[in-house]
C-alpha cells in the first residue's frame, strides 16, 4: 500500500487488489453491527455512546434526536470505501484520490470499525478466550492493526508534523 | 447588639446574580473521554479541524486525554455541547455532556 499526498488538499492511494478486497470486506462489518446489533452489544455502544451516563432522561433523549443521523453518516462512511475498493474488474492496482471530506469519510469508517474489532476480539480486557477462537482472533487483531496502519499513514500526508 | 435596626437584606437581584454567577462558573461541557482504540495523532486532527484549535492546543487536550482519562474540550450552553458531543460520536470518539466539575479540568 502507497499512501501519497494528491496536488490540493487530500489524499492518493495504492492498494494491492487484495488489500482493496481485505478492506471491501471489513466495510461489511459496520451495518450489521448498526442495522443489526441488539441495544447490549458493546460494539453499538462504542458506535453510539450514551451521553449522559449519569441521567437516563437525558440520554435517551439525546439518543433520540443524534441516533439516526449518527447510523447514517458511519454507514455512508462504509459504502464509501466499499465503493473505492471495489475490484470486481480485475485490476491489480487500485488507486484511488480522495478529497479532504472524502478522506474524512475513510478516516472515520477505519475509526469505527477499530472500535468493533476491538469489542470483538476484546483488546483491553485480559480475559483469555477459547482456543477455537485464537485464529479468528488472529485474523481480527491482525486487521485491527493494519487499519490503524491505513489510518496512520493517512494521518500523516493529511495533517503532516513539522518533523 | 443593635436590635432590629438592621434588618438582613433579601434582595432578590442579589440572589439572581448569585444564580448567574453560578450558572456561568459551571456551565455545560463537552468531555472527551480515553479510548485505547483510537490514535493519538487523529484525536489531535479531530480537535484541530473540528473545534479550530491551534496545533498545540489540540495536542495538549489530546494528551490530557491520553494521560488523564478526559478532557473537557469546549464549555457552553447545554445546545451547543450536545451539538460537539454528537460531533465527537461521529468522529467515534467517546464523548460526553456534563455539567458539573466531575468531567475534569483543561
Redesign the interface.
Known sequence: MIVAGRRGEGVRLVLEAEEAMLLSELADQVDPVLLLGSDDDPALE????????DDET?ARE?ER??RG??VD??RQAAQSVRDATDVTDGRDLVEIELDESQA?GW??FL??L??IL?ERVG??DDGGGSDDDETRDDYLRAAYEWA?FV??SM??V??PTDA | MTGTLEQPRVDADVDLDLAARERIARPWRTVVWDDPVNLMSYVSYVFRSYFGYSRDEAERLMLLVHTTGRAVVASGNREQMERHVHAMHAYGLQATVSRDDSGGDS
Do not use: I
Request: proline share 6%.
Open positions: 462504542r458506535l453510539l455512546p450514551n451521553a449522559y451516563p437525558a439525546f434526536y443524534t443521523s449518527l453518516g458511519k474524512w478516516l472515520t475509526t469505527d477499530r472500535l476491538a483488546l483491553g490503524g489510518q496512520g494521518l500523516e493529511l495533517d
